[in-house]
């Protein structure tokens, strides 16, 4: 599978972005999809999963009750909503597919997007 993400920017503290992912291939609704985000200097850091269906969420503590994860398996794409965003959610931001469920870790996951900026301001 082929993953793009798209919908990253500039945002002043306290703002909100959502991120696309588009897939290409037939069969995306079989995995696990997942939002993986690496700031300069640190190592990839998970962010949150969804599983094939859509029914089973996952949050980073951090990103919990201000991010959103969701799919449309009909357009082949997954979202993240980003809301009351912080200059420590500053970030180069992945989507990636997995065949392993949900997994937390980003060496787990499979196939992986270019990645789209997100710039938090305070």
């Known amino acids: 599978v082929q993953l793009q993400a798209s919908g990253g920017g500039l945002v002043q503290a306290g703002g909100s972005l959502r991120l696309s992912c588009a897939a290409s291939?037939?069969?995306?609704?079989?995995?696990?999809m997942g939002w993986i985000r690496q700031a300069p200097g640190k190592e990839r850091e998970f962010v949150a999963a969804?599983?094939?269906?859509?029914?089973?969420?996952y949050y980073e503590d951090s990103v919990k009750g201000r991010f959103t994860i969701s799919r449309d398996n009909a357009k082949n794409a997954v979202y993240l909503q980003m809301n009351s965003l912080k200059p420590e959610d500053t970030a180069v931001y992945y989507c990636?597919?997995?065949?392993?469920?949900?997994?937390?870790?980003?060496?787990?996951?499979?196939?992986w997007g270019q990645g789209t900026q997100v710039t938090v301001s305070s």
């Open positions: 990636a597919a997995t065949a392993r469920g949900m997994p937390v870790a980003p060496n787990e996951y499979d196939y």
């Open positions: 969804i599983s094939w269906s859509g029914s089973t969420t």
């Open positions: 291939g037939r069969t995306f609704s079989s995995y696990g």
